[in-house]
């Protein structure tokens, strides 16, 4: 507290969080993207195996979402755009695998109007 020490709460997400970049590196080539962007996500959450066959309920338990798309937006930084404050729309969505569908995250990134695939 006070001295701006940030402490993740979870050891998953710094590994994640570094296959989200250089998944992103891969993909998007160029300098980071500069001016406002859009931004969409689609989390799709790990199928726990006490979920139902024949329905896929909501995926309302942990992580949040907000958790989720700041988790996105820090390994993308420096990486496909300069800082996160230049996303000026964000869209974002999660849901638990239907059965046989792998988990993940789809980001979508718009930048002047231009749609470009990050990841």
């Known amino acids: 507290m006070g001295r701006g020490v940030l402490i993740e709460q979870s050891k998953a997400v710094g590994p994640w969080r570094e296959r989200v970049a250089l998944t992103a590196h891969q993909q998007h080539h160029g300098p980071p993207l500069q001016g406002p ?7 799709v959450m790990h199928r726990p195996t006490s979920t139902p066959k024949r329905s896929t309920p909501p995926a309302v338990k942990r992580p949040d979402l907000d958790k989720l798309i700041r988790a996105v937006f820090d390994a993308l ?7 996160d404050s230049q996303a000026v729309e ?7 695998a239907e059965v046989g569908e792998s988990p993940g995250v789809r980001i979508e990134i718009s930048a002047a109007g231009v749609a470009e695939a990050a990841a």
């Open 37 to 43: 962007i859009a931004v969409r996500l689609g989390f």
């Open 77 to 83: 930084t420096g990486v496909v755009w300069l800082d």
């Open 90 to 96: 964000v869209v974002a969505s999660k849901r638990i």
